[in-house]
């Protein structure tokens, strides 16, 4: 595997439902990200993990969880969950957190919460 | 706070030709990175080309090349002779110098380049 890899692809859940998602890179990045995008809205930043410590947390609802057990892998627990949450998840990494760092986006996860 | 603003939802473009894609800007800080993001609709954003604050030059990439205008805080995505493999979601994003690597996007323009 090379890049950064996002599993699952997409997922239902119901609002009721607890879920991972989970998110790896292979670049030997120290930075991790979680983003979201909904429909009709631009791309979100939810939290910033650099050298596995959360540096960011940009008023994110507590049904969102991140963990960031190491450097190459990282996490987003969901739990009750409404149907608002549903958007494209996407995770991205970066060779440090200086601003010319660029980031390097997964695939992203496709979640549906009914 | 920072803002990016891109007006164009939608443009169209003839293979082979060039197109611009618009992308303003809002910032106090000083100090900040532009970045150019592209968005196939397999949904992986995929960097295209980033522009310091300070940097005296417009950067270049290949195809790619950012038409930076500081004091009319602007940084125009230029794509020269258009593919079709060009079709896709094109998002503008700044990073400002004091608060890590944050990106804050803009909303995004789709492209479509017609045969």
């Known amino acids: 595997e090379t890049g950064v890899t996002q599993t699952p692809r997409h997922l239902v859940m119901g609002m009721t439902n607890k879920k991972s998602l989970k998110c790896e890179q292979h670049l030997g990045h120290n930075a991790m990200y979680w983003y979201k995008q909904s429909a009709k809205k631009p791309l979100e930043l939810m939290f910033v993990y650099s050298l596995e410590e959360r540096v960011e947390n940009n008023s994110v609802p507590s049904r969102f969880s991140p963990e960031c057990p190491n450097s190459s892998h990282l996490f987003l627990h969901l739990h009750t969950l409404q149907p608002e949450d549903s958007a494209l998840y996407l995770c991205?990494?970066?060779?440090?957190?200086?601003?010319?760092?660029?980031?390097?986006f997964g695939p992203g996860t496709r979640l549906t919460v009914l | 706070a920072q803002k990016i603003t891109q007006t164009q939802p939608g443009m169209f473009v003839q293979e082979k030709e060039a197109v611009t894609l618009d992308c303003t800007y809002d910032?106090?800080?000083?100090?900040?990175?532009l970045f150019w993001y592209k968005q196939p609709s397999s949904g992986e954003m995929i960097f295209l080309i980033y522009q310091g604050s300070y940097d005296q030059q417009n950067a270049t990439e290949g195809r790619y090349s950012l038409n930076f205008q500081k004091a009319r805080k602007s940084a125009n995505l230029v794509i020269s002779a258009s593919q079709l493999g060009d079709s896709a979601m094109y998002f503008c994003a700044m990073s400002p110098n004091n608060a890590g690597n944050m990106l804050t996007f803009g909303g995004g323009t789709r492209l479509m380049v017609k045969p």
């Open positions: 910032t106090s800080d000083p100090s900040y990175g």
């Open positions: 991205a990494s970066s060779h440090g957190t200086s601003t010319n760092n660029e980031q390097f």
